[in-house]
């Protein structure tokens, strides 16, 4: 099991830039591929960036190019840089962890971008 929490949220400009970390403990975080998701009232949690065991990244489309998704296994984190920031990135953003058999999340920390 791990427990996982979120911060770095908060309120940006269209244009502008944030990090979100997500801190892992209670168990090996180096065996989890983690991932961020975001979602927003009245629709379907979307993944947004994942970074596997071994490094591989992948990203929706609508973040390509603006957001960059890490992992430290010594510190036991994964980060989201995102840049250029737009209304529509407006969201909870949560951290998540995913191993060979269960799926763990943070409890979100909200992202808001004014136009």
């Known amino acids: 099991q791990v427990q996982l929490v979120e911060s770095g949220g908060g309120l940006v400009q269209a244009g502008g830039s944030l990090r979100l970390s997500c801190a892992a403990s209670g168990s090996a975080f180096s065996g989890y591929a983690m991932s961020w998701y975001r979602q927003t009232p009245g629709e379907q949690r979307e993944l947004v960036a994942s970074i596997g065991t071994g490094g591989s990244t992948k990203y929706a489309d609508s973040v390509k190019d603006r957001f960059i998704i890490s992992r430290d296994n010594v510190k036991n984190t994964v980060n989201l840089q995102m840049n250029e920031l737009k209304p529509e990135d407006t969201a909870v953003y949560y951290c998540?962890?995913?191993?060979?058999?269960?799926?763990?999340w943070g409890q979100g920390t909200q992202v808001t971008v004014s136009a």
């Open positions: 998540s962890a995913h191993d060979s058999m269960f799926r763990y």
